[in-house]
């Protein structure tokens, strides 16, 4: 079952349980991808396109949730980490440390990298290959300092 069946299935599941909070934020990730398989030539996204929206809409509540938080407006930080915490099951489990350690040195093994100048070769292959399970600053992060 796809993302798309599976959001379908658990905003009916919120609908019943009159889990309000739920079912808007639910209800904002299908419009998500309901504006990507419309706006594309074809009717199917792919699972990679699927996280990276997932990501991004995770992205943009915990800058809002920094934002509120910041300016003491403690009931609209809670209503951001809420809907972060609504979104995160879908995206897949994030990399430990010493997985993302292993795979980058893996990838730097790959590409025949030696130092820092290589970062972009790099960056490149991680992005791609790391991209749904790790965000890019903890990647470069890790790529810099394994570089050094």
Known sequence: MGLFDTINTDMKAA??????????????????????????????????????????????????????????????????MQEISFIEPYLPAPFTNEELVAALTAIIEQVGANSPKDMGKVMGLASKQLGGKSDGKTIAAKVKQLLS
């Open 15 to 80: 609908m019943k349980a009159k889990e309000k909070e739920k079912l808007a934020t639910l209800r904002a990730i299908k419009a998500q991808l309901m504006l990507l398989k419309t706006s594309g030539d074809n009717a199917e996204i792919s699972e990679d396109v699927e996280i990276k929206t997932l990501q991004k809409m995770v992205k943009q509540r915990k800058d809002s949730a920094e934002i509120y938080q910041s300016q003491g407006r403690e009931e609209l930080y809670v209503k951001e």
